[in-house]
């Protein structure tokens, strides 16, 4: 499989490279070029790729190597612009998280894709192969075919921005879409694979100089999802509860636990989602799934709903916490199946 990069900021230098060169080294995966406009970010990125070529866009990129899969791993504004080009350019497209933060950009992507169904379109939500969100995800999923009452609960505190994901972006909210689209994104998409039913309920925001608050609440088919993250805090954790009836299994840091009727029945060490180096080794998980599967229809239909169901999540919840109201046109009940409906094109 042939990619092409664009964009060679920290995402790409901490989890995306590394990911890149383990699976050339086994011979499944070549990267074909990167761009990027930043020629400090070339000179130095590039110092480790002798044998890749680089430009200073994706469209030079694209008109210079041939490749099938475009990963777009620039800042969010310019998430749509790249998407639609590789869907234009018969790409299947790997795209960082958020997908988009306006309304515009979704009609684009939707569109775009909707005139090319045979390609995949697939968010980077890199969450989900982590090995403990797979054990709690099992019992959340039989819940929820049961349709047996349950809550997940998650709770974010950072300190600030991430000094590991520090760009000029990241500290403006109306730029970066704040914690919602950092952190409370992930935890969408691992709501959609938990029940593709999701109803987006309330969510509220605060920022000022000491940091900033969000809160969510979403339904997801027989369960509920909420979300409290914020940033100003003087400890990094991150704390994911399931509840099913008198069982939780709580994710708290460093440390799983099993709880019945209030009394820790099991209990071990895992790795956290606080940990930036355990959040970077996904990426290779990423990487793995795309190459055993991106050349199947119903995957690639799977993740494209996916990728489109929580794009547009994240767009009611921004609205929802901005300062403008929601617009009456734009529903807050978001349904999706396992392939993309038209409702999302």
């Not at 049961?146 to 950072?158: E, G, I, M, T």
């Not at 309330?202 to 909420?226: D, F, P, Q, Y």
């Not at 704390?239 to 460093?254: G, K, M, P, S």
Request: charged share 20%; with cysteine; proline share 5%.
């Amino acid at each position: 499989m042939r990619i092409a990069l664009a964009g060679l900021g920290t995402a790409v230098s901490r989890g995306h490279l590394p990911a890149i060169a383990r699976l050339a080294s086994e011979g499944t995966l070549t990267l074909a070029g990167a761009a990027d406009p930043d020629a400090r970010r070339r000179a130095s990125v590039g110092a480790g790729l002798p044998a890749t070529p680089l430009f200073e866009s994706a469209e030079e990129m694209l008109a210079s190597v041939s490749c099938e899969v475009l990963v777009v791993a620039t800042d969010p504004s310019m998430h749509a612009d790249l998407v639609v080009l590789g869907l234009e350019r018969g790409l299947h497209v790997v795209c960082e998280k958020p997908l988009v933060l306006t309304r515009g950009g979704y009609d684009r992507v939707a569109k775009a894709h909707a005139r090319r169904l045979d390609l995949g379109l697939v968010s980077v939500h890199q969450y989900r192969y982590s090995p403990t969100w797979t054990a709690m995800s099992r019992c959340a999923c039989l819940a929820a075919r049961l349709h047996l009452p349950f809550a997940l609960v998650v709770d974010v505190k950072r300190e600030g921005v991430d000094p590991l994901a520090a760009s000029p972006w990241r500290s403006d909210i109306e730029l970066s879409g704040g914690m919602l689209a950092d952190h409370g994104v992930h935890y969408l998409a691992l709501a959609w694979m938990v029940d593709q039913h999701l109803d987006v309920l309330a969510g509220s925001r605060t920022a000022n100089a000491t940091g900033e608050r969000s809160g969510v609440s979403v339904r997801i088919g027989s369960g509920a999802l909420t979300i409290q993250a914020s940033t100003g805090n003087a400890v990094r954790r991150t704390q994911v509860t399931l509840h099913i009836a008198n069982v939780a299994l709580r994710w708290r840091d460093e440390a799983f636990d099993v709880v019945v009727a209030d009394r820790t029945v099991l209990s071990r060490p895992v790795a956290t989602l606080a940990d930036r180096s355990h959040i970077d080794a996904l990426y290779e998980h990423l990487y793995r799934d795309l190459v055993r599967n991106l050349a199947r229809p119903a995957w690639r239909g799977h993740r494209t709903a996916e990728a489109l169901a929580v794009g547009r999540a994240l767009l009611v919840l921004l609205d929802l916490t901005s300062a403008q109201p929601p617009r009456e046109s734009d529903p807050v009940s978001l349904r999706s199946a396992s392939r993309p409906r038209p409702e999302h094109r």
